[in-house]
């Protein structure tokens, strides 16, 4: 009899009120990844950044994946200067290095050794990577190209050039349209496409997720700069009232993030908002400029300090929806409490 009075109780308990699923983050709470003199420029979906040192008061400048407590450093080239474009799952990383005479080469940091792709493969600059190792950039005669399994594909037009790659191999950037203007282009399974504009002359593609949607800055037809997002064969204005604005990326839930107006923006599920929204109370960085945005929903940003000074990159969080008021614990203390008034009647009823 007891046991069935209990099992009435969770049962009234729990479904008088079901717990609230974790969803959509609440807010973002910041996280500092880089001081005065350097700046984080990447993110992969561990919430590892990629750093690079911007003092010019020393006379090596070498660029490193902070993965906290430690970072790793790529090294150079032979030369005093390294950055890094992008880094993927697996901490690898590629950019630009200057060699021993001074001379700037794209690289593959991967597995901890350094690789020139320009010496070895005649790709200049390396703009993106995907967890294959497959790189994506511009070659020698100035044509976006990708490099895999060791085998480099120069398949843009002159004056083109690759800004991102997916886990599938799909590239995305923009090319020299008949020598009047650059269009934003996607390039998968040996297919090269123009993705058009939203209306003007210019578009440039920023990122592509696994998706394959792709995300980056167009001209409307009043000369206005925006964001778009491409998918499905259709262009998305994503800032309809702003002045000018761009995106600049897109994780695999579809969120995306920008800038517009010279404030910051995330698209998540056809909403828009301003992240600083969203932010902890009284948290002392804000998102100025965001730089990425991973899988796990991490932002990277510029930000500024609550007193206006912005010399910092930042990581923002985002904390988890939780049931209102500590209702998971309220719902378990209700039930413990009425557990233990049923146990006290009965009690009171054995001889």
């Known amino acids: ?49 990629a750093v690079n040192n911007r003092d010019t008061n020393v006379p090596y400048r070498i660029g490193y994946i902070s993965t906290f407590p430690m970072s790793t450093s790529v090294g150079t ?28 080469h794209a690289f593959l940091f ?18 993106a990577l995907n967890d294959r190792g497959e790189v994506a950039g511009s070659d020698v005669d100035g044509r976006a190209a990708d490099l895999r399994n060791g085998k480099v594909d120069a398949f843009g037009p002159p004056g ?19 020598g009047l203007s650059y269009r934003a ?40 700069r925006h964001a778009f997002l491409y998918e499905n064969g259709t262009m998305t204005d994503l800032t309809p009232v702003a002045n000018n604005s761009a995106a600049v990326d897109i994780n695999d839930l ?29 948290a002392y960085w804000r998102i100025t400029t965001p730089i990425a945005i991973n899988d796990a929903g991490q932002i990277l940003s510029n930000g500024c300090d609550s007193q206006g000074f912005c010399y910092v990159t930042s990581r923002f969080d985002p904390v988890p929806a939780v049931p209102e008021a500590s209702g998971a614990a309220m719902q378990l203390a209700g039930i413990a409490t009425l557990a233990a008034v049923f146990a006290r009647k009965w009690r009171r009823r054995l001889p």
């Open 160 to 178: 083109s050039g690759a800004a991102g790659i997916n886990d599938a191999g799909d590239v995305v950037g923009d090319y020299f349209l008949n």
């Open 77 to 104: 080239l032979g030369g005093s200067d390294s950055v890094i474009r992008a880094i993927n799952d697996n901490n690898d990383a590629v950019g630009e290095s200057t060699t021993a005479d001074g001379a700037s």
């Open 185 to 224: 282009f996607s390039y998968s399974l040996g297919r090269f496409t123009d993705l058009g504009t939203l209306g003007g002359g210019y578009s440039s593609a920023a990122a592509v997720n696994d998706e394959g949607a792709v995300v980056g800055t167009s001209y409307t037809a009043d000369g206005r």
């Open 254 to 282: 579809g969120q995306v993030v920008g800038t517009a107006d010279n404030q910051p923006f995330l698209y998540d599920n056809g909403r828009l908002v301003n992240p600083n929204t969203l932010l902890v109370p009284n």
């Open 1 to 49: 009899m007891m046991k069935t009075c209990l099992q009435a109780v969770l049962a009234m308990s729990l479904g008088a009120s079901s717990l609230a699923p974790a969803g959509e983050a609440t807010y973002y709470t910041p996280t500092p990844v880089s001081g005065k003199y350097d700046a984080a420029v990447a993110l992969n979906n561990a919430g590892l950044v």
């Open 110 to 127: 991967a597995r901890g050794r350094l690789h020139d792709l320009t010496a070895e493969h005649g790709i200049v600059s390396a703009a």
